[in-house]
């Protein structure tokens, strides 16, 4: 029997591909669970209990959420990313994750197939697919969602038909939680003009009496939340979601091109990414130059975008992430910041490395480092060029 790993989250598409690929194709399914740090202990028993039900011959689950935060989130935080000045990239680079781990995984086990579960309408069969001709090269990928081509109920027949009783009626919404926010799918966002309900968010507003927060920064990265230290980051943002989460804080809704060149619109919930990140970005502003600051944010740009389009392994994404890593040497501080119902308000900084030092001067009212007639030789020169050009302008048009 060939021998066939198949990216497995317990859900109606993937349970289809176990039986399909064990039954019809006489294939040896082994199914991998990777977890990015959402799931919980007693999900992923279940999700395992599922897959040895489902008969397949081995199951395991990767757990990778330090190696997702060291590889990816950090860049992520150190380059402010956010895709369309909107989304934190919640599920794309957390796609892009589990495909790699399923991938090295089939490696290690010497598959000849690896499978996953994406339909032929979305960004994840990109993502999966081109992780898996980079890692696993010699390896058949198998798609049986995208290739058949069935609807739901089909899928559903077919598991009835095996001896699959299951629970299968589709919820309203669609739910993908992980580490980095939440996305939220439904009939609102597969249209350009409604918007997604209050009901749609996994997370209800609880709290309403404004409070105050504080980050710490060591190098870009986050070590403390309210003076609390954590030697692992991971925790450090679960720590974040905890406190802002009952605020409803990170609701929005992204609209995006996707790979294969469609628009496509995805509600999500984001409260310790928006907040980690605007925080991160205020201190950058105090203690970084103009132009670290201009270049970072362009390559900024770039690495979310092939970062979002399943590139990770492009070796120019090595190269951005050091110079982020290099431009993070002063980014140490403490942000200030305050939540409230649905929104939050990043109030200010405290950093050894503060470039606003009123030893030079205060903006606006006071100067130290300079005189008047610095100010008025340096305004000179700085408009010299652009005064000749008006002047040699003016004496052409005459002639």
């Not at 289809?16 to 028993?45: P, Q």
């Not at 696993?136 to 001896?163: C, F, M, Q």
């Amino acid at each position: 029997m060939r021998k066939v790993v198949l990216a497995f989250s317990g859900g109606l598409d993937t349970s289809f591909c176990v039986k399909y690929l064990k039954d019809d194709k006489d294939m040896e399914v082994h199914s991998v669970l990777v977890d990015t740090g959402g799931f919980t202990d007693a999900e992923i028993a279940d999700i395992e209990k599922k897959a040895y039900d489902l008969g397949v011959k081995t199951h395991y689950t990767a757990r990778v959420a330090d190696k997702y935060y060291e590889e990816c989130i950090r860049f992520l935080i150190f380059g402010n990313v956010l895709k369309n000045n909107t989304y934190p990239l919640s599920v794309s680079a957390e796609r892009i994750f589990q495909a790699i781990a399923v991938a090295e995984y089939a490696r290690s086990v010497g598959a000849n197939a690896i499978a996953h579960g994406s339909t032929g309408a979305g960004n994840d069969q990109v993502r999966f697919d081109m992780a898996f001709r980079i890692i696993v090269p010699d390896a058949e990928i198998i798609t049986p969602i995208r290739d058949l081509r069935l609807s739901r109920e089909a899928e559903i027949d077919y598991l009835k038909k095996k001896g699959v009783e299951r629970e299968w009626h589709k919820s309203t919404y669609s739910i993908n939680q992980g580490l980095w926010g939440t996305s939220v799918g439904g009939k609102e966002t597969l249209n350009s003009w409604d918007a997604l309900p209050e009901e749609a968010y996994p997370t209800q507003l609880s709290k309403t009496e404004p409070s105050e927060i504080t980050l710490g920064f060591v190098k870009g990265e986050l070590k403390a939340v309210n003076d609390q230290e954590f030697n692992n980051p991971v925790e450090a943002i679960r720590r974040v979601h905890e406190l802002a989460a009952p605020y409803a804080i990170g609701r929005d809704t992204h609209v995006g091109d996707t790979i294969i060149g469609i628009k496509g619109r995805v509600g999500f919930e984001a409260p310790a990414p928006l907040i980690i990140i605007k925080a991160h970005h205020l201190l950058e502003k105090h203690v970084l130059t103009k132009w670290q600051q201009y270049w970072k944010q362009n390559l900024a740009e770039w690495y979310g975008m092939l970062l979002h389009e399943g590139h990770f392994n492009e070796p120019v994404l090595r190269d951005m992430e050091a110079y982020f890593i290099s431009s993070q040497e002063t980014v140490t501080g403490t942000v200030r910041v305050k939540l409230a119902p649905y929104n939050f308000t990043v109030l200010g900084v405290r950093s050894p490395f503060d470039l606003m030092s009123d030893v030079f001067g205060s903006y606006g009212e006071m100067n130290n480092a300079w005189s008047g007639d610095d100010v008025r030789g340096f305004s000179k020169i700085a408009s010299n060029q652009v005064m000749i050009h008006q002047k040699i302008g003016e004496l052409a048009n005459k002639k």
